[in-house]
């Protein structure tokens, strides 16, 4: 029969209950940790008087809700409508209806839980009649977030996703293609692309503006904002080189292809965005404040953010063959 709900809602039920505790700690551990933030930020309006703590929070809010919803969304979307569960009876319009329903009931958990959050620590705040203030401000931006990322996220999904991966270079340099493996440079940069443009990318720079000190200069904010986009684009850019080397190596196993060469070919995208984000962390610390020390330690942060993956490529292209 139809139904007024997807019944792709029943199946994630079930999927939730037999996973346990882990699948709920995954669902609301990123959420609370924005929230916590965001209070956070908040407190030093309420206990100190900094005014722009408030605008910080009310930022963090604004980009978080944003990057968690349209993922959720999306991912929700794709699953429901591409997956096995696409199959299924349902209505027309069932899958926005219930995806709409889904996230207005978590959106409301999320503005009960900072609500409730910021009173328990305003209690003894020496600006506690900023608390309006503060949870306004916070709810405000939460709702906008999300329903920004709801409308984007739910718009797409009515287009379909055939070509959410296909983007063309503004400035194509076929130079850095390797000639034995011309495609695999521009199979991880598409990858990367796609991961930037999916969102998820604003709470560290949310997080960077929480600590500016109170009246920045505004070179000094931009030098920060740079420094965080520089390194939050290295990590993913990583992450996404290292998944499609790993996808690469298992798409061309019965090719003779010598493991060097495949190696060489999956570490030129790496070492180009390393390079590149390089340059603007230098660009970025020379806004903020030129040191040593802080060079270094965009440096240190860069390398643990690229560590791993760069492990994953070596790993994958030592002629064994590994399954992602």
Do not use: K
Not at 59 to 75: K, M, T, V
Not at 201 to 219: A, E, K
């Amino acid at each position: 029969m139809m139904a007024s709900r997807h019944p792709a809602v029943r199946a994630d039920w079930l999927v939730l209950r037999r996973t346990g505790s882990i699948a709920f700690v995954r669902i609301v551990g990123i959420p609370a940790l924005l929230l916590t933030g965001c209070v956070v930020a908040a407190c030093g309006d309420l206990y100190e008087g900094y005014g722009w703590c408030l605008a910080a929070s009310a930022l963090l809010a604004l980009g978080g809700s944003y990057a968690i919803a349209h993922q959720r969304l999306s991912d929700a979307t794709e699953r429901w409508r591409s997956g096995w569960c696409g199959a299924l009876p349902a209505t027309r319009g069932a899958t926005t209806s219930t995806l709409l329903l889904v996230a207005a009931t978590a959106l409301l958990v999320a503005l009960a839980f900072v609500t409730v959050l910021l009173f328990g620590v305003s209690v003894s705040a020496a600006h506690r009649a900023d608390l309006v203030y503060s949870v306004a401000a916070i709810d405000l931006a939460l709702v906008i977030g999300a329903a920004l990322a709801a409308a984007r996220a739910l718009r797409s999904g009515t287009q379909g996703t055939r070509a959410a991966g296909i983007r063309e270079p503004l400035l194509a340099l076929p130079w850095l293609n390797d000639p034995r493996l011309p495609h695999l440079l521009d199979w991880q940069r598409r990858t990367a692309l796609v991961r930037w443009r999916s969102g998820g990318n604003f709470i560290l720079v949310g997080l960077v503006l929480t600590g500016v000190p109170q009246g920045p200069v505004l070179h000094e904010v931009a030098g920060l904002v740079l420094l965080a986009l520089s390194l939050t684009w290295l990590a993913i850019a990583m992450r996404a080189c290292a998944d499609s080397a790993l996808d690469a190596t298992c798409l061309m196993a019965a090719m003779p292809f010598a493991p060097h060469q495949v190696r060489r070919a999956a570490l030129r995208y790496p070492a180009i965005g390393a390079s590149a984000t390089a340059v603007l962390a230098a660009v970025g610390v020379a806004l903020t404040h030129p040191s040593i020390a802080l060079w270094c330690g965009w440096i240190a942060c860069g390398a643990a953010a690229s560590a791993l993956p760069v492990w994953r490529v070596l790993n994958a292209t030592r002629g064994q063959r590994q399954a992602t």
